[in-house]
């Protein structure tokens, strides 16, 4: 099984994507190959090199003997870059090295799958772990959106995919029906979870904070939230089973998409468009509901008086979520509609300015 990593490097003239590595420190350690693949070895080691550093020995040792023994080729790894708030995401390549020339000689070759990416591209919970105050450690919280990252890559160098639009499209037909019908569109949202085989990740939408003091499933819904478990940040193979299930669920004839170019995907710490209920306007749904009818008669005639009614209907759900319900949009109708995601965004920011300022985006 492969395992995630995260490692912090405290050196500012160390550069893990020129070195092509990531390296630790404890110095006064030679080559760490020479000492027995024991933990007690390890303490013994570190013992005899630091022997004024009694009370951190130990975590010490426990950091080089992962680095040296648990570390495995094949291992995902993460460098945080603490100065610009921006994250390496590599492969694990090779065994460990002890270069005695170097600063920091302990070192473990990786390839770079991801030279950089903003840290604002994770949940806050991702970020969190991965600002852990430890050298190395293992990603849990963070893992299931590295994943999805790391899929979007294998894209790169293939020629784009979009073949799921259509699926997409057909998808919002199907729930054109369940406005009036929402207690009938959430259980077949409940079948699709089980069919999946993953109801784990359909947990989140288990957790509204209701008007009776209790915590459980939802029990209302808008369209733009139903796209939610296969656009959030998990694996390709998931988002693919979760389509599928859908499929079947909500009779739709189109094939469910494998692969998903050029999908922005919602945080998976906010991944609804609407308000706790304790929280909601009554009418809060039904104006998602609105919008979402606006976006389908616009994208079939682009009309002036289909446009008015987009833009009323977008005002009213604008309530500080913006760029969530521009992925909504493009999600219903790909074909007619932009995403103004993060990708996006700093994209026009970078090469557009112009336009950028016209429409009040920042990257």
């Known amino acids: 099984m492969v395992d995630y990593w995260g490692i912090h490097n405290d050196r500012p003239d160390i550069d893990p994507l020129s070195d092509g590595a990531v390296r630790v420190g404890w110095d006064e350690m030679s080559d760490l190959q020479v000492v027995a693949a024991t933990r007690d070895a390890f303490r013994s080691a570190v013992a005899s090199a630091y022997p004024d550093e009694q009370s951190s020995n130990a975590a010490s040792a426990g950091t080089l003997y992962r680095f040296v023994h648990e570390i495995a080729e094949g291992d995902i790894i993460v460098s945080p870059n603490r100065a610009d708030r921006t ?7 090779g065994p460990y090295e002890y270069r005695a020339g170097t600063p920091y000689h302990h070192w473990r070759p990786v390839q770079w799958l991801i030279p950089k990416i903003t840290r ?27 994943e999805h990252l790391l899929d979007r890559g294998r894209s790169v160098n293939r020629a784009a995919d979009f073949s799921w639009m259509p699926f997409y499209s057909e998808l919002a037909d199907s729930l054109v029906p369940y406005r009036n019908r929402r207690d009938e569109l959430l259980e077949r949202i409940w079948d699709a979870a089980k069919r999946s085989g993953s109801e ?95 976006e389908l008669a616009y994208a079939e005639s682009r009309s002036e008086p289909n446009r008015e009614r987009l833009i009323t209907a977008f005002d009213a759900a604008a309530t500080g979520q913006t760029r969530m319900l521009t992925m909504g949009a493009y999600w219903v109708r790909p074909e007619t509609f932009t995403a103004f995601d993060g990708v996006n965004v700093n994209f026009l920011a970078n090469k557009y300015g112009d336009v950028a300022a016209q429409l009040n985006l920042k990257g």
Do not use: K
Request: proline share 5%; charged share 25%.
């Open 120 to 146: 604002d591209e994770f949940s806050e919970a991702a970020q969190n772990e991965l600002s852990s105050a430890t050298t190395l450690f293992r990603l849990r919280t963070s893992r299931p959106e590295i």
């Open 200 to 294: 784990r990740l359909f947990r989140y939408l288990q957790t509204d904070h209701r008007l009776d003091g209790t915590i459980g499933p939802l029990t209302d819904i808008d369209p733009f939230t139903v796209y939610g478990p296969f656009n959030r940040g998990i694996t390709d193979a998931n988002r693919a089973q979760i389509a599928a299930a859908y499929r079947a669920a909500l009779d739709i004839t189109t094939p469910a998409p494998v692969a998903f170019d050029g999908i922005p995907v919602v945080n998976n710490m906010n991944s609804w468009f609407i308000r706790w209920e304790v929280d909601r306007a009554d009418d809060a749904v039904d104006i998602l509901w609105d919008l979402f009818e606006a």
């Open 87 to 93: 994250l390496r995401i590599g492969r694990v390549s």
